[in-house]
């Protein structure tokens, strides 16, 4: 079963731009994860946001959370090309459901 | 060790053979997840244990998959009389606590059924 739903499912963005990806959930969480993976590699964890959260930093990665409109999103500035791959959002309640991905391309 | 382990890395079976896969997950965690993913999907969760405790295993997609762990370190995901069907990326995790922690992820073992 899959909780999350990214959106957009693709994006290419010239390097330098900034990317945004959304992420929408059916049922209550305790906490919300973003994910990166890389072509045929594992995936690595990005950020955790907390239910009771509405914003979160971590470099250049900025994460919201409205738990009201069940809705999360990722924002990635001044993008490089080393940032293409999938992102997955993940909820947990009591384990952790991921969404479909988006596919982000950073194009040179 | 570094990081979380999984083997093999390739397996290919012939239908209706069973498969063996193997995690181990970073020591001293407590949380080990299995997840399937489907070239260009998300992760598809299948079961999950708490130390030795297999606490939800209600994404497992028949009787044909048994997943455990144990002495709550690593953990095997057994596929009997593999299906075309199942062929895919399975991934294991492990995580230090319950809840609100990351989880640190292995490479998976990518299962082609022939």
């Known amino acids: 079963s899959q909780q999350g739903e990214e959106d957009p499912q693709a994006l290419s963005i010239q390097e330098g731009e900034n990317a945004t990806m959304n992420c929408s959930y059916k049922?209550?969480?305790?906490?919300l994860q973003w994910y990166r993976q890389n072509s045929g590699r594992g995936l690595v964890h990005l950020i955790l946001i907390r239910s009771n959260e509405r914003e979160k930093h971590s470099g250049r990665l900025r994460v919201t959370l409205d738990t009201s409109k069940k809705s999360s999103s990722l924002l990635i500035t001044a993008s490089r090309a080393a940032d293409t791959a999938s992102y997955f959002c993940?909820?947990?309640?009591?384990?952790?459901?991921f969404g479909k991905g988006t596919r982000l391309h950073i194009l040179p | 060790g570094a990081g979380v382990s999984q083997s093999p890395r390739y397996k290919v079976a012939k239908r209706g053979q069973d498969v063996a896969l193997r995690c181990d997950p970073i020591s001293g965690h407590v949380s080990l997840f299995w997840y399937q993913q489907a070239l260009g999907q998300g992760p598809e969760f299948l079961t999950y244990?708490?130390?030795?405790?297999?606490?939800?295993k209600s994404g497992l997609p028949s009787d044909r998959f048994f997943a455990e762990r144990p002495e709550g370190s690593v953990s095997t995901l057994k596929i009997q009389r593999t299906q075309q069907e199942d062929s895919a990326v399975y991934l294991c995790a492990s995580s230090l606590a319950h809840l609100d922690t990351e989880a640190f992820f292995g490479q998976g073992t990518r299962l082609t059924v022939v």
């Open positions: 244990f708490q130390n030795e405790a297999q606490l939800d």
């Open positions: 049922t209550s969480i305790n906490n």
């Open positions: 993940a909820t947990e309640d009591d384990k952790i459901i």
